[in-house]
């Protein structure tokens, strides 16, 4: 509030005061720009080559790899709905309904992982002997390729959405559980002690303390799940599934029509790109406290 | 709550260092601190103050002998008990309202009363136009403040703080002393505060204990009036308590250089 003060008495003092502040205004504006007009400059010149060289690569294979702007016509084209994948055997509707029933599965799985996940670190962070016990089983589903349980999920709860889901979830409770795990053990011991010593009986201490504590961290084993279980999902639909982006893929390469195939993809990376940035938004929201970031100029007392 | 003396019978502390030594933090300390005194704990780093503390506040059980306060044994931390650390411990996640009424939440104070008291305790701090803020959004002396208002409010009759003003300038420093001195004058809580500034022990302090190796060395009533400023701390009586205190800490003239320095032989 005081620097307001002083720069007001800066502009009064100084006869060019307002023709100056007008130029300094504007060089902070451009200071401030600069680094996005780069990012967006440079970020855009990557996506440029990559498409020069996608259709380059695509002129010399030929049929198999079609070029950007076909695979955009044919997303467009199946976008709703579609006869054409209809006549696949698939369920009816467009490319964006598969990708719609991948994105439930992925964030329905997500949501019972982090859930589940979140507390058994919580609880084992704060009673020994549940950390004792999950410790052996956590460190063999970390290791374990998780992949690899697909089939026997397909035998227990066939092809519904139920296999996908569960795998999912498994994976998701795993890095959950580590990550949150890491983040409570990481946390500030004064706090707690602190917390303490105010009266605050465990309960408080438990969703007061450590979890918003716990929280930043606990968002890089979110986003880190969040990123595998979309390819987890549409693979394990290619193993079989009703619907789903997995399952769309499958039956266009049946008839090797690589373009929508391509299609598929892109629509679900787009997807999973729109997705991760809620997360990151949800993120910067829920850890607003948190010194590191804009806004964190100290004040003076 | 109401308000007694806290009592520390023969108490020991001892810890098992890594080289498997056992290291004495409290050799046998003996102290009565009637209700309503503010008392300074003075001595070098590492002889046992903040053990002593942590004892009392109930974080660190005592290997030997017993601490009561108000008649009541000292068993865990508990909210007549609440301490302000040297390190910034203002929960950044929460507001500074939040923050101030969080002891007041652990004692399931019901909503209305507990925003009543904490706009009390943040105006007595000075922070009412901070009271949206985060921590994060405050300087360090200001969360100082925050801390000390979230103590006082939980209505606490004794206070434990360990070092709190350590890490602060010089300025801060001393206009956070005056704030404590007329918030104790107001509220005559008991309050343990632990300081390695011998000049801090003297403004504050009706009495001050020096400790050293563990055990308290000495223990000395602090008569002079106050506010103490720098006239009354130049009287001799005042200068006298300084000398007695530095030549416990080994800091007066006759001892040699290692001494002065801090460096302990013991």
Known sequence: MRGGEIAVARVARNPAGPARAALDAARRLRRRWRPLARRVVLGGLGVVVVLGLWTLAGMAVGRYLPPPWTVVANLLDHFFASDYLRGLGLPAGGYIDHVWATTGKVVVGMVVGTLVGGTLALAAAHIRWIGEAFAPLVAALGTLPILALAPFFLIWFGISAVSQIVLVSLYTVTIIYIYSLRAVRNIDARYGDYARTLGAPRRLVFHRVSLPAALPEMFGGIRIAFAASWGLTAIAELLGAQSGAGRAILSLSAVYDVTGMMAVILLLGIVALIMDGLIVMAKAWLTRWSAVGAGSSGGSS | ?266
């Open chain 2, 1 to 266: 709550m109401s308000q007694g003396e806290i009592v520390l019978d023969n108490v020991h502390c001892r810890f098992r260092h890594v080289s498997g030594r056992t290291v004495a933090a409290l050799d046998g300390v003996d102290v009565t601190v009637p209700a309503g005194q503010l008392v300074c704990l003075v001595g070098p780093s590492g002889h046992g103050k903040s053990t002593l503390l942590r004892v009392v506040a109930g974080l660190t059980p005592p290997t030997e002998g017993s601490v009561h306060a108000g008649g009541e044994k000292v068993t865990g931390p508990a909210v007549d008990r609440p301490m302000v650390f040297q390190e910034d411990t203002v929960f950044p996640w929460m507001r500074v309202t939040d923050n101030v009424e969080f002891g007041l939440r652990a004692q399931g104070v019901g909503d209305a009363e507990r925003r009543r008291t904490v706009a009390r305790w943040l105006e007595e701090v000075g922070l009412t136009d901070f009271a949206d803020s985060w921590p994060k959004e405050l300087s360090g002396g200001m969360r100082k403040r925050v801390a000390v208002a979230t103590v006082f409010a939980t209505g606490a009759p004794y206070l434990l703080m360990d070092e709190p003003f350590g890490a602060l300038d010089y300025v801060t420093r001393l206009s956070l002393q005056n704030m404590l001195l007329d918030l104790w004058r107001e509220t005559r809580r008991t309050i343990l505060f632990v300081t390695h500034d011998v000049e801090e022990a003297l403004v504050l302090a009706d009495r001050i204990l020096v400790m050293r190796s563990g055990r308290l060395e000495d223990d000395i009533e602090v008569s002079l009036p106050r506010p103490r400023d720098e006239d009354i701390r130049a009287r001799p009586e005042a200068v006298a308590i300084t000398k007695r205190i530095h030549r416990h800490l080994g800091l007066d003239d006759a001892a040699p250089v290692a001494a002065r320095m801090g460096v302990t032989t013991s």
